[in-house]
């Protein structure tokens, strides 16, 4: 993804990253909130992310892919290392949270993990880089997995998404 040319005078490497970072940080964070991450430690494991990304820059092959391989990761032992619940630990405030303004795009967001809160973390991680627009063969190869295990981990998750939505209605 070619950065737009600044003129500023730094080297093309770092305009390079710099765009990668500016347009995809906060997927990063939504993508982790999707895999049921609170929003500081999720915009606390996109920056740690972001800054190994830049460390392996020339050698990384597709960028959005690898910060997701990454992140999710350190996801996944951040929850194996916590033992009490994830949502009663303090984070300090952090830019990459949402501005007021952005309110109503968060709630529905938010509806969006309220749904997702339910899957088992496979599911859950597999609908993540659904809603993040990559195919089943994508995910497949990213996760170490089959297509056909994505593709049946992505009906299961779909079927009780539509469930919980189902009931909802009804109440």
């Not at 990063?28 to 991450?37: E, H, Y």
């Not at 007021?100 to 997702?116: C, K």
């Not at 088992?120 to 990559?134: F, H, I, K």
């Amino acid at each position: 993804m070619p950065a737009p040319d600044s003129g500023s005078g730094t080297s093309p490497r770092s305009e390079e990253f710099a765009y990668f970072y500016r347009t995809c940080l906060r997927r990063l964070v939504a993508f982790l909130m999707w895999q049921g991450a609170p929003a500081p430690l999720a915009a606390e494991l996109a920056q740690d992310t972001m800054v190994k990304a830049y460390g392996r820059w020339d050698r990384i092959q597709s960028p959005e892919a690898w910060c997701r391989r990454v992140a999710s990761r350190e996801l996944v032992r951040a929850f194996s290392r916590v033992e009490e619940s994830i949502e009663d630990l303090d984070f300090e405030p952090t830019s990459l949270l949402p501005a007021p303004d952005e309110a109503m795009e968060w709630e529905r967001q938010q509806d969006i993990l309220n749904l997702l809160s339910s899957l088992p973390p496979r599911q859950r991680q597999v609908m993540a880089w659904t809603l993040d627009e990559y195919s089943p063969t994508e995910i497949a190869a990213e996760l170490g997995m089959r297509p056909a295990a994505v593709r049946a981990s992505l009906f299961k998750a779909r079927l009780t998404v539509s469930r919980k939505m189902t009931e909802r209605e009804g109440e």
